[in-house]
């Protein structure tokens, strides 16, 4: 990942609120699901399995239970935890 496809992600990332509401999340938890964001942030879970599904279509985060369909849990890859670092202290 070089740092300008890192900076383009960081951008991306930033340009929806609800993207950055679940990198916040995955800042301060080891995984997540959906309804857990949603409760927090007071969003729907609709909204934030949208996100889900957008980063994890980048790769930034990947499902601990692909099996299920209800109740999925959700981690960061190592690519999205350089993004993370990259807005945290700045955007978080």
Known sequence: MTENSIDELVNWVISVDRRLILM???????????????????????NI????????????????????????????TEEGKKILEKLDGKYL
């Open 24 to 46: 916040d999340s995955m800042k301060r938890h080891p995984f997540v699901r959906a309804s857990d964001i949603a409760h927090e942030a007071s969003r729907s879970t609709q």
């Open 49 to 76: 399995s949208h996100a889900l599904k957008e980063l994890e279509s980048k790769g930034l985060i990947q499902c601990l239970t692909p099996e299920k369909t209800t109740w999925r849990k959700y981690i960061l």
